[in-house]
């Protein structure tokens, strides 16, 4: 398998789009130690919000898991810029945490963060299998209905 980032996620018929400028005063990304950190990420297509809208009022939960995979291909594109597109600095994914705006009756959190999930772990082989939190807010920037943020753990 490829250790470019941009050529497994070619190999799954997507294309990784160009990371994602911060919005506010925060950083897209910062390395401690051994670990990385990804700033929240949100469903974009060409540069605008895509998937606006809440889950169990106007979004379906097939949206919702598109909404999440679409924003995790940001985070890939993120992961992409940080390593230099170099696969073999990841040891693995550590958490990923995913934020899905929904009613106060929806319940199906993890169907949605599994469109997250599904993409790394397809991308990124063992090195993308993690820890999660799927939880569910009244709203999220720009009115999407998904931002994921992420861990990983670098080799020294």
């Known amino acids: 398998m490829s250790d470019s980032i ?3 996620v070619q190999a799954l018929d997507l294309t990784l789009p ?3 400028q911060p ?3 925060y950083i897209s990304h910062v390395i401690s130690q051994h670990q990385l950190f990804i700033s929240g990420q949100i469903p974009l297509v060409d540069g605008k919000p895509a998937y606006v809208g809440r889950l169990g009022e106007s979004l379906s939960d097939a949206e ?3 909404a999440a995979e679409l924003a995790a291909l940001s985070l890939l594109a993120q992961l ?4 230099g597109d170099d696969l073999s600095r990841l040891v693995r994914t550590l958490r990923l945490g995913v934020f899905i705006a929904s009613s106060a009756d929806f319940k199906q959190q993890s169907v949605v963060a599994n469109g997250a999930s599904n993409l790394l772990v397809n991308a990124l082989g063992e090195k993308g299998r993690h820890v999660r939190t ?8 720009a009115g999407v209905a998904v931002e994921v943020d992420a861990i990983f753990e670098l080799r020294p």
């Open 6 to 8: 941009r050529q497994r």
């Open 134 to 141: 799927a939880v569910g807010v009244s709203s999220l920037p």
């Open 80 to 83: 992409s810029d940080a390593l």
């Open 23 to 25: 919005a506010a005063n």
């Open 18 to 20: 160009s990371p994602s």
């Open 64 to 66: 919702g898991a598109q």
